[in-house]
């Protein structure tokens, strides 16, 4: 999640029962592959959303995303389709794009595996502060 998260900081994460994950979210969920590791993503696409890439860009119902500039990534894979973001359920990346695990590789977060949203660096020290 380089640059908003680094190696080694712990983070504080709000849980809520009935949490629904809005864009831009950065998010901590159960590893749909490994159920004892945690990871944390961004949200990119909510239930409804359409998302597809083309020229490496990512484009959100139709739309193109500046925000989510993705040069130079695997992103590849995803031309020439678009993936429709199912009931209570998420597409995440990592804000790293050129170095990132997230839905590009194992596809969309159910609302059950999300553990809540990643709010404070707690440490080390020099790093304390609110997420963006």
């Given at each position: 999640?380089?640059?908003?998260?680094?190696?080694n900081d712990h983070v504080i994460v709000e849980v809520w029962d009935e949490y629904a994950p809005?864009?831009?979210?950065?998010?901590?969920f159960t590893s749909k592959?490994?159920?004892?590791?945690n990871l944390?993503?961004?949200v990119?696409?909510?239930?409804?959303?359409?998302?597809?890439?083309?020229?490496?860009?990512?484009?959100l119902n139709g739309e193109r995303e500046r925000?989510?500039?993705?040069?130079?990534?695997?992103?590849?894979?995803?031309?020439?389709?678009?993936?429709?973001?199912?009931?209570?359920?998420?597409?995440?990346l990592g804000d790293n794009r050129?170095?990132?695990?997230d839905s590009l590789d194992f596809g969309t977060i159910p609302y059950d595996?999300?553990?809540?949203?990643?709010v404070y660096i707690y440490w080390p020290p020099s790093r304390i502060g609110k997420v963006e």
């Open positions: 999640m380089y640059p908003t998260l680094l190696i809005q864009k831009g979210d950065l998010i901590a592959g490994d159920p004892n590791q944390v993503k961004r990119i696409g909510i239930p409804g959303d359409r998302i597809s890439a083309k020229g490496g860009f990512i484009y925000e989510f500039k993705a040069d130079e990534i695997q992103i590849l894979v995803a031309d020439r389709r678009t993936i429709k973001i199912g009931k209570d359920k998420v597409f995440v050129n170095n990132s695990f595996k999300i553990i809540g949203k990643v």
